[in-house]
Each structure stands twice: as structure tokens, then as C-alpha cells.
């Protein structure tokens, strides 16, 4: 008998009078849907299920199941068509769950949740931005901005946490610095626990690399529908997303933000999945969605998970089920896609090409390696990407051995030439372009990734601090003058760049990643830390009271980005517009932009002596100019006026503005 086509979509759909079960097993011999009236009832009431020609089995269940849970059970006729895991008699939870509750253990033991949503989101849509070169991204860890006592945020959970409008932290402390867009780490639901440190697990995994058993950045996604509970309310020390408070949460976060014009990018881990938790994806349909090499072992190329098998259209159009979702139930107005360079190119396209036909300026933006290095593929597929060229020419790729132009000095891939083109936007027809147009490149000198742009600092300037343990924290925190020199000149090099600006937690005052004492064991406990991945503790959430260790440089920060703002040429004119003038000293770098093409009123000029000893003496174009940045502080109105030459200090710059005629 052949089998119909079902016309429900894969999770869970309402008609009139039913509810309607759906998910992809192709190789299930039988699937029934158990329905359960709580989390942890151990007996559920079973409903057999019904597979269509495409391998999507269904059932429709008579009435409205909001408020009960369901998980799959499923057979499989013979060993050849069974998956190898240990987990494949374990009830399932349906991969496309719009909310899971899981036990807070490294395995979740996810059920899915059925509800019904009833948000107001009081006329919120989107915020997108016009041109994406409008945006001044801040990229953090929503906890992050909430963890710390400092931040006197008051709330159940860290999404209130985050919308207290009575605290230093959250929104409020968005709203000082006065950026128009927020990049959050992931938000889809990951299980935030690893397995003990130095156990085996089922699978043979053995944790021998984390002693604190935690992820708590979350690049480690088990559902992509569900946002994460453990920043909820209802969030207990045995169970997360008992209730649903998590969705309405995140949805109150992303319609204040919005409230505040600022754009919501979300941080989406497509790339590989889980590799510890009972998630669906891995241990039913591993073919479908995973990857493997020709020994049927799963690819896990980039170290950090199951890679996702982007080429099958099943998987392919999960992507694209999920991020409409998020479009459209959360009000995201963007996604960084993690180590997008593991997704095959064709789904490149048809991701732009799905969202974008239903929401043309939704922010697509690729961290563009992984699989291998490829910015300026992705911007041949009309994809903005991160622009590691920037970062690595200006600070450098490593403070020990490889320091870039605010250090004096050339990192190794760099020359002159490179240098101007990347105030250009890094474009293609230049030295060490990568982009076709400067709306692809998002340039940044710090992420989540790596030391802080601080920290980075303070090793350049004094090698040994690698691997000191910090015993002075104030001390450590505070600048001293050489480093705060080079902290200003680094911002005022970033924000005169054309294309995207981001600019990650802590940056704007020199935060210092100081791997805090725990109960766990670390060796490296006072030191300066590279990657905090696992660390949920005061390493990484932000202390808001050492703002005032640096506060010059936080101004600083706060000038540039309202100029950033106000002034369109800065980030969008036109190539031809930007023209270099040349000295004798490779280290100083001025140049000229045109206001006219992005309708900007000014014109610009821009001059930065990276020199570590010598004063340069620059001509200034003709007439008579504002100045609004210099060496000490930055303001979108005029500080001082200038003409004539300018005399630039060693390791400083200057932004200089004209009223065009």
C-alpha cells in the first residue's frame, strides 16, 4: 500500500479540534507518541504513529494537549538500521520542541513541553537596521551582564535579571554605553552541564579537559527551537523549564531592547551538535543529520562537536525552520552563524535566500571559518562575515610573538597597503581584500574567543604576565599610561574603519579575564585567562564597579560610538571617497573621507601615529576643521579646532570633522 504525504509540519500543530504530532525517522520501524501530565511521570499514555512515503510519521490526538508533556518512543527492525547508541531504548524528545524540560545533568533527559503562546508583544516587530553598517554591535553572554553583584540587578532569573530597570547591569548598562545593537552568546537550549570531570560516559566519552564540568558559553546546542531555561525563573537546582517561563522571558528581553532601538542578533550554533546529552538529532537519526567519514565514524573536524549534515535537505531546511522561527515567535532581527564554514555552500544561499524573501533585512553574519578559511566566499554568497584580517593587523594574532600596528610593530601577514585597504572595508580589488563590499565586513578586535583586547594589551606590553598570578586585582585592572595609550589607540583604529562595527563585553573599559578561585580544581587560578568557555563565575561575569579603574578609556568608548552613530561616512562611503596621504614613517596613517555619497553634512580626517617614540607632524587638508577625537578624549561635539599641521603624540590619533560646502 503506498503511503500519503502528510501535510502537518514536523513538532507540534493545532487544528480546531486536535493536536498534531509529526517528526523525521526514516529508518523507525514504529514511533509512538507518549503523552505525559508531568515532567517526571514515570508512565505516559502511548499513541502509535503512522510514517508517509518521505519518512515522517504523525499522529493526530483528539483536543487540545496544552499543558502536558511528550517524548517518542522508537523501534527499529533490525541492527542495520539502528542507530549505535546507548540511548536508543531512552525515551526521545521531539527535535523540533518549541520548549523542553530537562533535568540539570549533563544527559537533560529532555521531555517536550506543549503550550500554546499568549505573549503581548505590545506592537513590537523587528528592529532591523537599514544598512547594516548602521550597527555598533556589542557581543556578550547574557548572564554575563547580570552575574556579578555589582550589577545590583534584582530578578528570579537572569532573564529579569536583565530587564531590571533599577540596576547598573543589563539593559540599563546598554543603554549608558549607548550602543543600537546586542549580540547574545547562544540562546538555544544546550545543556549547560558536562559530564564529571575524569568520567566515562555511556558513549566513551571521558572528560579529561574540564574539571568545572560546565559549558557556559552554550556552544553546544541540543534543541534549536527551545530558547535556554537556565535563565529563567523557574529554574531549580534538580529541573530547568518546568514551566515556560523561559520563553516569555527572552521574549520580554527582546522586546525592551527593541523598545531601547536596539537591534537582537542571536549567536547560532548550526555547525554540530551536542555531544553529551540524549538529544534526538544524535542518537535516532545520526545519518540524517550528522556527518561521517568512511569508517561511519562521526566527523568532528572542528574539535567541538558532531558536525551537522547540512548538505540533506531534511537538515537543511531544520535551519531553516528554525531561524524563521526565531524571526518570527522571538522578534530576532539577526544570527552569527558559529564556525559557519562547516555548512555546505549550498546552504549558504538558501538561507539567504529563505530569510530574505520573507524578511530582506534580517542581519546574516558568518564567523567565516571552521571547515576552512572563507570570507570572501561568504561574501560571493552576499554574506557578511567576521573580519579576522582587521583584528590580527591592528592588535595582532598573538601579544607574545605576532603584534600588530597600535604596538608599533607589523604583524606577520601585514604590510602598508593592507593596512589602508582595511580602513577601505578590507574590499576585494585591494591589498588582502576579502569582501566585495564593506557591508560584508565586520570588523572587531575582540570576541568571546581569545584574551581581551585588555588582557592582550597588558601581555603585549609586558610579556611576562602570561603566566603570573595576579595578587594586586586593582592594580592589575587599572592602566597604567602606555597601556591606556594604546587601549584609545586601538578604539579610535576600530571605529574609523568602514563596514560593521562589534565590540565585545568589557572591551570599552579594559576588562581583565581573571580566572577566579572556585571549589574546583585549577592550576591556573589567578591568571589571565584565554578561554573561559566553562567558567561560570566572577572570571567571567562583569564587575561593573572596575569601570571606574578606566573610566577615560569607558568615555572614550562612549564618544566613539555616538559618533559612530551620527556620522554615516565613518562606516558606509563610497571607496573612491577614502584617499591616503603618505610620510616618511610607515606607522603613521592619515587619510581623507568624503561625506557626500553616504549623506553625511561632514567630511573627515583621520590620523593615526602607531609610532611607539616619534611625534609626526601631519598637514591637514585645507580650511579649518573640528576636532572631536584626540589622544584623550572623544565627543560628538568639538573639543578644540585645528588647521594647518597638526602635531600627532607616539601610540595616538586624532578624528578631525569639516562641514562640506
Known amino acids: 500500500m503506498k503511503r500519503t504525504r502528510f501535510e502537518s509540519k514536523p513538532g507540534v500543530t493545532f487544528t480546531d479540534n486536535a493536536t498534531n504530532f509529526c517528526i523525521y525517522c526514516p529508518h523507525a520501524s514504529a514511533i509512538s507518541c507518549i503523552l505525559f501530565d508531568a515532567y517526571d511521570a514515570e508512565n505516559g499514555v502511548p499513541h502509535s504513529m503512522q510514517m508517509d512515503a518521505d519518512g515522517y510519521w504523525q499522529v493526530e490526538i483528539q483536543g487540545d494537549q496544552s499543558g502536558r508533556w511528550y517524548a517518542y518512543d522508537v523501534e527499529f527492525a533490525d541492527e542495520e538500521s539502528k542507530p549505535d547508541s546507548p540511548y536508543i531504548n531512552e525515551h526521545f524528545a521531539d527535535p523540533y520542541s518549541k520548549h523542553v524540560t530537562v533535568r540539570n545533568t549533563y544527559r537533560q533527559d529532555a521531555r517536550s513541553y506543549i ?102 558559553w552554550g556552544y553546544m546546542t541540543s534543541f534549536f527551537f527551545a530558547p535556554e531555561s537556565s535563565f529563567a525563573s523557574d529554574y531549580s537546582n534538580r529541573f530547568s523549564g518546568k514551566t515556560t517561563a523561559a520563553v516569555t522571558e527572552l521574549k520580554e528581553v527582546v522586546k525592551q531592547l527593541h523598545k531601547e532601538n536596539m537591534t537582537v542578533i542571536m549567536d547560532v550554533v548550526f555547525n554540530h551538535t551536542s555531544l553529551f546529552d540524549v538529544n534526538p538529532l544524535t542518537h535516532l537519526c545520526p545519518d540524517e543529520y550528522l556527518r561521517s567519514d568512511e569508517n561511519g565514524e562521526l566527523l568532528n573536524r572542528s574539535g ?75 561574501s560571493n554568497h552576499d554574506w557578511a562575515s567576521w573580519n579576522d584580517r582587521i583584528r590580527n593587523s591592528i592588535k595582532g594574532s598573538n601579544p607574545m610573538q605576532d603584534k600588530g600596528f597600535i604596538f608599533s610593530e607589523w604583524q606577520h601577514e601585514t604590510r602598508r597597503e593592507r593596512l589602508e ?99 574546583y580544581p585549577d ?83 583621520v590620523l593615526l601615529n602607531a609610532s611607539a617614540n616619534e611625534k609626526a607632524n601631519c598637514r591637514l587638508p585645507e580650511g579649518t576643521w573640528e576636532v572631536i577625537a584626540n589622544k584623550d578624549i572623544v565627543s560628538i561635539q568639538s573639543v578644540d579646532i585645528a588647521s594647518g599641521t597638526v602635531k600627532i603624540e607616539p601610540q595616538s590619533g586624532m578624528l578631525l570633522r569639516k562641514l562640506r560646502h
Open 115 to 216: 503550550y500554546k503562546d499568549d505573549f503581548d508583544w505590545e506592537g513590537d516587530t523587528h528592529c532591523f537596521p537599514d544598512d547594516p553598517r548602521d550597527l555598533i554591535i556589542y557581543e556578550t553572554h547574557l548572564k554575563d551582564l547580570t552575574a556579578h553583584p555589582s550589577s545590583k540587578a534584582k530578578g528570579k532569573g537572569f532573564y529579569q535579571k536583565f530587564t531590571d530597570p533599577n540596576q547598573k547591569g543589563g539593559i540599563n548598562y546598554l543603554k549608558r554605553l549607548g550602543i543600537n545593537c546586542v549580540e547574545f552568546l547562544p540562546l538555544h537550549k544546550f545543556p549547560p552541564i558536562e559530564p564529571p570531570f575524569e568520567e566515562t560516559t555511556p558513549e566513551g566519552f571521558q572528560n579529561s579537559w574540564n574539571p568545572y564540568s560546565t559549558n557556559y
Open 304 to 378: 567541538t562537536g558532531n558536525e551537522f549534515r547540512s548538505e540533506n535537505p531534511v537538515a537543511r531546511q531544520l535551519i531553516v525552520d528554525s531561524l524563521l522561527y526565531w524571526i518570527e515567535e522571538y522578534h530576532i532581527d539577526g544570527f552569527r552563524f558559529d564556525l559557519a564554514a562547516l555548512l555546505d555552500r549550498k546552504s549558504w544561499d538558501v538561507i539567504r535566500n529563505k530569510v530574505h524573501e520573507k524578511y530582506p533585512k534580517t542581519v546574516l553574519i558568518a564567523e567565516p571559518w571552521g571547515g576552512y578559511y572563507s570570507p570572501q566566499d561568504f
Open 421 to 519: 585597504n582595511i580602513f577601505k572595508g578590507t574590499l576585494n580589488h585591494g591589498e588582502g581584500g576579502l569582501y566585495n563590499t564593506s557591508a560584508h565586513s565586520v570588523n572587531y578586535l575582540e570576541s568571546h574567543d581569545g584574551y581581551t583586547l585588555g588582557d592582550f594589551i597588558r601581555i603585549g606590553l609586558k610579556p611576562e604576565l602570561q603566566d603570573e598570578k595576579i595578587t594586586d586585582r586593582e592594580k592589575h585592572v587599572k592602566l597604567n599610561p602606555s597601556e591606556l595609550k594604546i587601549a584609545k589607540l586601538a578604539a579610535l583604529t576600530l571605529f574609523t574603519a568602514q563596514g560593521i562595527t562589534m565590540i565585545h563585553t568589557g572591551q570599552e573599559f579594559a576588562r581583565s579575564k581573571i580566572i577566579a578561585k572556585t571549589p
Open 523 to 605: 592550576d591556573d587560578v589567578g591568571k589571565m585567562d584565554h578561554n573561559s568557555y566553562q567558567k561560570n563565575n566572577e572570571t567571567n561575569w562583569i564587575n561593573f564597579d572596575d569601570i571606574r579603574l578606566n573610566s577615560s578609556l569607558f568615555d572614550y568608548y562612549r564618544g566613539l560610538i555616538q559618533i559612530r552613530k551620527h556620522c554615516p561616512a565613518l562606516s558606509r562611503c563610497e571607496p573612491h571617497e577614502i584617499s591616503f596621504e603618505h610620510y616618511g614613517n610607515p606607522l603613521v596613517i592619515t587619510f581623507y573621507i568624503s561625506g557626500n555619497e553616504s549623506g553625511d553634512l561632514n567630511d573627515y580626517y
